[in-house]
């Protein structure tokens, strides 16, 4: 990279950092059981990745990434308490869901849920990133295959909805999900 790039582009993130400074929103973490929410949310907010046990209540942590002060709601994603999800949507200003996309069985299910909860129109206009997590791992599905599974275009008419390749335990992926999303609250 010349000079003059490499300049221009530490200029164009600074600006950017600057533009979104003080800006503060509440997301929620979403997505099947063991597609990682909680070890995202501990990774975030404590700066390591712990063996952590399925979430059975919902807690809330605090991190900042990009400028932006975030709050997440981590819930947990086991079907007997996924009703519970719709309780802290309407206090958040934005989704992340998380796919397991070394899980193909489970595709279905998390594509089903996906729209499930899309088909709600109070969430029309709420901005999505998925995260296609556990990339790390060999079995994981490439992004084309995943977004046709989970048929994002049709979700795309009613909202902003990116998504994102990540691994958690490896550091990847995530902070441009949260980026993107800062530029949305
Ligand atoms: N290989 C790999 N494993 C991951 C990654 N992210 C999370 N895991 C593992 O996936 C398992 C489930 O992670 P959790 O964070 O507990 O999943 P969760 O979505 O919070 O699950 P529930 O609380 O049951 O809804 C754990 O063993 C994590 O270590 C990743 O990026 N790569
Ligand atoms: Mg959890």
Avoid: C
Avoid at 124 to 130: E, M, R, S, T, Y
Avoid at 144 to 153: P, R, T
């Amino acid at each position: 990279m010349s000079l003059f790039a490499w300049l221009r582009e530490i200029g164009l993130r600074l600006l950017s950092t600057l533009g979104l400074y003080n800006k503060k929103g509440t997301v929620v973490l979403l997505g099947l059981d063991n597609s990682g929410k909680s070890t995202l949310l501990h990774r975030l907010s404590q700066g390591q990745v712990t063996a952590l046990q399925p979430t059975e209540r919902p807690h809330i942590d605090e991190f900042q990434l990009g400028g932006v002060s975030f709050k997440a709601w981590d819930l947990g994603g086991h079907e007997a308490v996924r009703y519970l999800w719709f309780d802290f949507l309407s206090d958040s200003h934005a989704i992340v869901f998380m796919v397991d996309s070394a899980d193909g069985e489970r595709l279905e299910e998390a594509h089903w849920e996906l729209s499930e909860m899309l088909s709600d129109a109070n969430l029309d206009g709420v901005p999505v990133a998925v995260l296609y997590n556990k990339s790390d791992l060999p079995d994981a599905w490439p992004a084309e295959k995943l977004e046709g599974m989970l048929d994002l275009a049709r979700l795309e008419a009613r909202r902003p909805i990116k998504t994102f390749v990540t691994s958690v335990l490896k550091g990847e992926g995530y902070p441009d999900a949260f980026r993107w999303l800062g530029t949305h609250l």
